[in-house]
């Protein structure tokens, strides 16, 4: 179905896809936008409910309130690092900068009451609709780095405020904040991985067999 060359871009793309915190402020054209969210809406999702809405935000106001809902939620972690000197927050407070610098942030939405109450597959697992959500986000991410987009994702606010900012109704949930643009330094390895704060485990470590920890 695949050619060498084919599947060889498939790994490449999955192994150099990074998450990005700084940005360049060059607009990004409007068919490579729509190409990231078409690659999105292509995921996988529970029962096809396609629980995601995108809200693209280019306005600078708007970023700006996302940005102070970050750095509030940053202020708050920061209380957990105080022994540390707030190094850890450091890297938080660059993702705020990033949302900032971003031409464009993307929330990326889940409603859990789309495709009604009995959405097939969910009823065992309701958070699957979340897992649906992620992975359409990890397609934007993937489809981003092909473009030779950067993309960071943010977690750190309370969904409230971003409720508030984006006008987003009560039930659906900001699953993510995502900023996108081009950037200068596209990170070779992860950057918690180069500030020596974590490195990738050892596949073989993770890789049981027929029985939790049987190797
Ligand atoms: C669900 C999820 C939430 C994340 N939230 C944040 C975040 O709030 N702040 C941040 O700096 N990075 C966040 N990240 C990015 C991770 O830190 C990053 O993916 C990880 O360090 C590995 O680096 P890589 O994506 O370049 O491989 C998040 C990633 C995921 C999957």
Not at 42 to 48: E, K, L, R
Not at 123 to 129: A, G, K, R, V
Request: aromatic share 8%; charged share 25%.
């Amino acid at each position: 179905m695949f050619s060498n060359e084919e599947k060889n871009a498939v790994y490449k793309v999955i192994y150099n896809r990074r998450d990005v915190r700084s940005f360049l402020p060059a607009p990004i054209s409007q068919d490579v936008i729509h190409n990231i969210l078409n690659a999105a809406h292509q995921a996988p999702s529970v029962g096809f409910m396609q629980p995601w809405n995108f809200i693209v935000v280019s306005s600078g106001e708007t970023k700006e309130k996302l940005a102070w809902a970050a750095e509030k939620e940053r202020r708050a972690l920061a209380i957990h690092y105080e022994d540390e000197g707030e190094k850890e927050t450091k890297f938080l407070g660059l993702k705020v900068q990033g949302l900032q610098e971003a031409p464009i942030t993307i929330c990326v939405t889940c409603d859990p009451t789309r495709g009604g109450s009995h959405v097939l597959g969910r009823n065992s697992i309701p958070e699957t609709d979340i897992l649906s959500t992620a992975c359409a986000i990890q397609n934007m991410w993937l489809a981003a780095c092909a473009e030779g987009l950067a993309m960071g994702w943010v977690s750190f606010y309370k969904k409230n405020d971003v409720r508030d900012i984006l006008e987003i109704p009560p039930h659906v949930e900001p699953v993510a904040l995502l900023s996108i643009g081009y950037t200068e330094n596209y990170p070779a390895a992860p950057i918690l991985e180069t500030a020596k704060w974590e490195k990738r485990r050892a596949l073989e470590d993770l890789i049981f067999k027929d029985k939790w920890g049987k190797k």
